[in-house]
């Protein structure tokens, strides 16, 4: 089966760290950009990351630079983000998801069902 | 920073044409895409390309694009199309995506 699904959220003080995994399966994950987005509660979705098909390109929004990592192991099919200097606006559902083959592609096909990061003290 | 405007809901009868639009400066040179998302649930991909619909989307979903606009039609909606809609593209250089703030469609 084709799919996405992430673990490591929970409750984080302000200030902590946290890793966010996504494990993929029934698709090549090697060939295709990966995404995570996140959708703080009762708002909209926003765009957080992207990371490229073999690492060495990533992006990220202007509200995370400097604070949040985004990588990839092709050998264990799994997308990571790892959040440091976390904030109260960090508190979200993120979501992994996959984009295209193409650095032009900015499309998001497959989600997963999302991981909860709750920041408070 | 790059924005995407929507409207925030729009409401229509079943069996009428729902239309949503999205605005934003770089849409003449990034594709637009559209999501639909229902409560409790991850968003799913219903047009990309301005207007290409991925498999197992019903065909009442299209997409098109017009200058700064891009619109997504769904005609003869259903109670099952109920849901929150969201465009979403990318900055003009396609170096970070942006989504709309979303607009929530309800069936009369």
């Given at each position: 089966?084709?799919?996405?699904?992430?673990?490591?959220?929970?409750?984080?003080?302000?200030?902590?760290?946290?890793?966010?995994?996504?494990?993929a399966?029934g698709f090549t994950f090697s060939t295709y950009?990966?995404?995570?987005?996140?959708?703080?509660?009762?708002?909209?979705?926003?765009?957080?990351?992207?990371?490229?098909?073999?690492?060495?390109?990533?992006?990220?929004?202007?509200?995370?630079?400097?604070?949040?990592?985004?990588?990839?192991?092709n050998?264990?099919n799994?997308?990571?983000?790892?959040?440091?200097?976390?904030?109260?606006?960090?508190?979200?559902?993120?979501?992994?998801?996959?984009?295209?083959v193409?650095?032009?592609?900015?499309?998001?096909?497959?989600?997963?069902?999302?991981?909860?990061?709750?920041?408070?003290? | 920073?790059?924005?995407?405007?929507?409207?925030?809901?729009?409401?229509?009868?079943?069996?009428?044409?729902?239309?949503?639009?999205?605005?934003?400066?770089?849409?003449?040179?990034?594709?637009?895409?559209?999501?639909?998302?229902?409560?409790?649930?991850?968003?799913?991909?219903?047009?990309?390309?301005?207007?290409?619909?991925?498999?197992?989307?019903?065909?009442?979903?299209?997409?098109?694009?017009?200058?700064?606009?891009?619109?997504?039609?769904?005609?003869?909606?259903?109670?099952?199309?109920?849901?929150?809609?969201?465009?979403?593209?990318?900055?003009?250089?396609?170096?970070?995506?942006?989504?709309?703030?979303?607009?929530?469609?309800?069936?009369?």
């Open positions: 089966e084709v799919q996405l699904v992430e673990s490591g959220g929970g409750l984080v003080q302000p200030g902590g760290s946290l890793r966010l995994s996504c494990a399966s950009l990966m995404h995570w987005v996140r959708q703080a509660p009762g708002k909209g979705l926003v765009w957080v990351s992207r990371i490229n098909s073999d690492g060495s390109s990533t992006n990220y929004a202007d509200s995370v630079k400097g604070r949040f990592t985004i990588s990839r192991d050998a264990k799994t997308l990571y983000l790892q959040m440091n200097s976390l904030r109260a606006e960090d508190t979200a559902v993120y979501y992994c998801a996959r984009g295209g193409a650095t032009f592609h900015w499309y998001f096909d497959l989600w997963g069902r999302g991981t909860l990061v709750t920041v408070s003290s | 920073s790059y924005e995407l405007t929507q409207p925030p809901s729009v409401s229509v009868s079943p069996g009428q044409t729902a239309r949503i639009t999205c605005s934003g400066d770089a849409l003449p040179k990034q594709y637009g895409y559209w999501y639909q998302q229902k409560p409790g649930q991850a968003p799913v991909l219903v047009i990309y390309k301005d207007s290409e619909r991925p498999s197992g989307i019903p065909e009442r979903f299209s997409g098109s694009s017009s200058g700064t606009t891009v619109t997504l039609t769904i005609s003869g909606v259903q109670a099952e199309d109920e849901a929150d809609y969201y465009c979403q593209s990318a900055d003009s250089s396609g170096t970070y995506g942006v989504f709309g703030g979303g607009t929530k469609l309800t069936v009369l």
